[in-house]
Nanobody, 115 residues
Framework: QVQLAESGGGLVQAGGSLKLSCVAS????????MGWYRQAPGKQRELVAT???????ALADSVKGRFTISRDNARNTVYLQMNNLRPEDTAVYLC?????????WGQGTQVTVSS
């Protein structure tokens, strides 16, 4: 099993920045895919960004040019740098990991962007 612990959420004004962190209980160099989803009230969970073990990453069209995902295997941590935040980015952000064909989720961290 993999435990995931997110941090870094908060309240920020539109145009501001936040950096989310997700620390895994196992070495991230052994985790095939890690990433971030988000879920806003009344909306479906949305994939935001992914990072693979071999160094590939992908971003949702809605965040391209504003968000960056990175992985630090020495710290067993994946990051989501969020710049130029918009009110529509308000959601609970959840870290996930695909490890040995099982999906694991963190508890989530709230991001609120005020206009």
């Amino acid at each position: 099993q993999v435990q995931l612990a997110e941090s870094g959420g908060g309240l920020v004004q539109a145009g501001g920045s936040l950096k989310l962190s997700c620390v895994a209980s196992k070495s991230t160099s052994n985790i095939k895919t890690m990433g971030w989803y988000r879920q806003a009230p009344g909306k479906q969970r949305e994939l935001v960004a992914t990072s693979t073990r071999d160094g590939n990453s992908a971003l949702a069209d809605s965040v391209k040019g504003r968000f960056t995902i990175s992985r630090d295997n020495a710290r067993n941590t994946v990051y989501l740098q969020m710049n130029n935040l918009r009110p529509e980015d308000t959601a609970v952000y959840l870290c996930y990991a695909n490890y040995r064909w099982e999906a694991y989720w963190g508890q989530g961290t709230q991001v609120t962007v005020s206009s």
